[in-house]
Structure formats: C-alpha cells, structure tokens
C-alpha cells in the first residue's frame, strides 16, 4: 500500500482515506488535523475582509495552503505538537 504524508505537517496519514482521513487541495495532500486548522485559518480571514469575493477567497486560501506547506503547519494553528 502506497504511503501518504500530509504535505503541511510532514506526518504520515495512517490509513487514508480521500474526504475523510485526508484531504486534497490543488496538488497538495492534506491530512485532517491540517484541513481543520486551514478551515479554521480560513475563516477567521474570511471575518477581517469584506464584502465576501471568491477570487479573493480563493487567492487567500491558497496562499494559507502554500505557506503552510512551507512552514510546516498553518498559520494561527493553535494546536499543539
Ligand atoms: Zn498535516
């Protein structure tokens, strides 16, 4: 069985299942805990910019992915590790 890893945090998904243990966006695999936080993320930009416009949505919820890809985890998580 083919191993997947979370492109944010770098941990394996035990077990993946799409939609339900992991989580596609664009190129990018995301595991639950990280699409949690990303939703989270999301959403609290989502309250500092009005009015809503998806070409913004979109715009921002890629560059949360991207930097979160980067750093390793997704900005404003308040989870711990
Ligand atoms: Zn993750």
Redesign the pocket.
Known sequence: MKQLF??????E?IDPIPGRT?FYFREYD??????D?LEASVKAAVLTKKPFDFAWFDKMRSEIVLNGVKNSK?AGSKRSR
Do not use: A, N
């Open positions: 979370c492109d944010v945090c770098k941990k998904v992991f995301l595991c639950e805990p990280c699409k936080d997704i």
